[in-house]
């Protein structure tokens, strides 16, 4: 007989004011704010972190393009497409010693011209500095840019520059659907962070947009000169997103996959030039045509594991599959596929499988004390009488 048993929590039973409390308590030690201008001091400090980060791999825009985003006129729409843009780079402060502690960047995108009722919020760059790795203030860096949105699109309808299907309703985004974009590494078992990342995005309601119709790249951000004398060298990313509100379905219609290409293109066509632009957004594009002339109306959204027990959704994103399968043979592209993780499979042809099993053992190994509803996988041990733990789907 069991003499004690473990406590576990279920979000359902907090009451609304629990959850404003705990969040309170969280984010006390921590001020997020938003840099307008270059001019703010810490400006140079805020894009260095990012750039550090993520520039090395062509990955970041430099300084001053990003300068540039934030002068531009959030309330003149792209004179190429149509599209109104608000580039923003939020900075997360410690209270107590001033210092920065996590840098996020990114746009939020609307063009009534590609759909009258899609918000695209852009999550482009995300950098917890060690300090304040771990803590709740990464999940909240990931949904700031929400309320940039709201606020921005009651901007734009104020002055009469886009039409609101609710404008009396900001509780329900004004009618608006809002998708949170995202761009990660496939999964690869030899790169441990692309793990970490796709399980904080997967238990923050992101998926997939599915890769055989969605084969997604971002441009090489690398200065046009530097471009010019080596090789264009896009990157192959997953493309997540976040149907805030939508998260349960399953999947996404092809007009709304259209919008989201197109609106974070137009992003990268003001600030990058079209000269390396066309290719990576006609790929994704000719995809969903051919998909639009076969019949289909909508594609897969693909799940993302967000534990022990449903790892096996990374074989579907499985970095060396997707991209022989969906990518062309692009630099990046060629360099993996004859890189060593050709050898490795060569000579196990069972590593992925593997290696997904020992990952599952390790994250199984980890206690988790709250979980979100009962109504999913509640199952009570027949010969204990007691609650078994499941992770639900």
């Not at 308590?25 to 270059?38: G, M, S």
């Not at 918000?119 to 909240?140: D, K």
């Not at 490795?344 to 053992?361: H, L, Q, S, V």
């Amino acid at each position: 007989m069991d003499i004690v048993t473990s406590v576990r929590l279920c979000l359902k039973d907090l009451y609304a004011q629990d959850l404003v409390e705990m969040i309170e308590r969280e984010t006390r030690r921590y001020d997020l704010e938003c840099i307008e201008h270059p001019d703010h001091p810490d400006f140079h400090q805020a894009w260095q972190i990012l750039w550090d980060a993520f520039g090395p791999a062509g990955e970041m825009e430099t300084e001053d393009v990003v300068r540039e985003m934030l002068l531009y006129d959030r309330f003149s729409p792209s004179p190429t497409s149509g599209t109104f843009i608000r580039y923003f780079l939020i900075v997360a402060r410690d209270q107590k010693s001033g210092e920065i502690r996590g840098v996020r960047d990114g746009r939020v995108l609307v063009n009534a011209k590609y759909a009258a009722d899609v918000c695209v919020v852009y999550l482009s760059h995300i950098f917890m500095l060690p300090e304040a790795r771990g803590s709740v203030l990464t999940y909240w860096l990931r949904i700031a840019p929400v309320e940039l949105a709201v606020e921005f699109l009651f901007g734009l309808n104020q002055r009469g520059l886009f039409a609101l299907p609710m404008p009396d309703a900001p509780g329900r985004y004004f009618g608006m659907m809002i998708d949170l974009a995202a761009e990660v590494e496939f999964y690869s078992p030899d790169d441990r962070l692309s793990l970490q990342r796709i399980l904080f995005y997967g238990r923050g309601g992101f998926d997939v947009i599915d890769p055989r119709h969605f084969p997604y790249a971002q441009p090489d951000f690398r200065p046009l000169e530097e471009v010019r004398a080596t090789e264009d060298r896009p990157h192959p990313f997953m493309l997540l997103i976040r149907r805030v509100g939508r998260e349960r379905q399953a999947r996404l219609p092809i007009q709304e996959a259209r919008a989201v290409m197109d609106l974070i293109y137009d992003d990268f066509e003001i600030f990058s030039g079209d000269e390396y632009l066309q290719t990576t957004l006609d790929v994704v594009l000719d995809r969903l045509e051919a998909r639009a002339a076969a019949g289909k109306t909508d594609v897969a959204l693909l799940p993302l594991p967000t534990g022990p027990k449903d790892l096996g959704r990374l074989r579907r994103i499985f970095r060396w599959d997707v991209f022989r399968r969906y990518y062309p043979r692009t630099p990046i592209v060629e360099a993996y596929l004859e890189g060593p993780v050709r050898e490795t499979i060569a000579a196990n042809p069972k590593w992925f499988e593997e290696a997904i099993a020992r990952t599952a053992i390790e994250l199984a190994a980890i206690p988790r004390r709250v979980y979100a509803n009962r109504e999913r996988g509640f199952e009570i041990d027949p010969d204990t009488g007691l609650a078994i733990e499941r992770v639900p789907r």
